[in-house]
């Protein structure tokens, strides 16, 4: 009898403050150019509940839910700060003018690269990666990224990435990218190389306190080969591949994960990442690559210039 009346306790008042919430979801831009701004502050005007747009300028914030419209504040450096009323549970799109005083004072405000540093715990402990934003550069939404691992002696890892423009950013965004892969480690015989385009479909739109989810669905071609025997035939093929990426806000961290799977000619490949953003300028994470007997965790920090 005393667990039913403390369970119906928790009924009556537990699960009406959950319900109380709710979330306002939306992009924000750049006035001129219409690309998204990454890093602008979102907060609730009057409150510390806030939360900053993503690489490409989306953002999920929970709120109280309440009838009326609800106060946003939106900052940062080189921007014009703007506030605007949102009704609950809406998307919408907010554009930020530069700030011309800071603009004669030569302050850069979207990202121009970023520079980081790879340790793999077993096999390529020295590597570094570069990343670079293709708008400060030839005012087009391309991302390249460039990776290189290596312990210095047989053993190496290299990949490369090309973002390229989305194909279509209404309620679901589809963007698509192109990956190589090159990696050697001979503690475990193994020489692989791949090519993949993926494609990443997802909404900007959170259910419940549900994190972001992007779907990832691609395919590619592969060859892998054992070092034992000076003349082992390579194992060529093609494969395909499925995975999730997640942004997930637990005030006061904000999480960026991805998980992808590939089946190629029999065998499967894993790889994971995860990172975390600290300071303004500098993000930690790890990745894991693991494919028959090659598996690796690497430690990633790098840092992000304006």
């Given amino acids: 009898m005393h667990r039913f009346l403390l369970l119906c306790c928790f009924l009556v008042f537990v699960l009406p403050a959950h319900a109380q919430q709710t979330t306002v979801s939306g992009r924000v831009l750049e006035l001129k150019s219409d690309l998204g701004i990454p890093g602008v502050t979102i907060l609730q005007t009057g409150t510390i509940n806030g939360i900053s747009s993503d690489h490409d ?24 700060t703007q506030r605007r009323r949102v009704a609950p549970s809406s998307n919408s799109t907010t554009r930020l003018a530069l700030d011309s005083r800071l603009i004669e004072c030569g302050i850069s405000t979207s990202p121009r690269a970023e520079i980081g540093l790879a340790s793999g715990v077993r096999y390529a402990p020295f590597g570094g990666t570069l990343k670079l934003y293709g708008n400060r550069l030839v005012r087009l939404p391309l991302t390249a990224t460039a990776s ?6 047989r053993n190496h890892v290299l990949t490369a990435s090309l973002e390229l423009p989305a194909l279509w950013q209404r309620r679901f965004t589809i963007s698509e990218a192109l990956h190589y892969e090159q990696l050697q480690a001979v503690p475990v015989n193994v020489r692989f190389s791949s090519y993949k385009m993926m494609v990443s479909i997802g909404s900007f739109r959170t259910i419940g306190s549900l994190p972001y989810l992007v779907f990832l669905l691609g395919g590619g071609y592969a060859q892998h080969q054992s070092l034992a025997l000076p003349d082992a035939v390579s194992t060529a093929g093609f ?20 998980v992808q799977a590939t089946r190629w000619t029999g065998y499967w490949q894993w790889q994971a990442r995860l990172t975390h953003p600290f300071g303004r300028d500098f ?21 992000t210039f304006y």
Wanted: hydrophobic letters at 40%; glycine letters at 10%.
């Fill in 57 to 80: 300028g989306y953002f999920t914030l929970a709120v109280p839910d309440t009838p009326d419209s609800i106060a946003l504040t939106f900052s940062s450096i080189g921007y014009v």
């Fill in 283 to 303: 993000q930690a994470g790890v990745a894991f690559n693991q494919l028959e007997r090659y598996s690796e965790l690497s430690v990633l920090l790098s840092r």
């Fill in 148 to 153: 290189y691992q290596t312990n210095f002696g």
């Fill in 239 to 258: 494969g395909y591949s499925f995975g999730l990426q997640t942004y997930y806000y637990i005030q006061p961290f904000l999480l960026a994960g991805a």
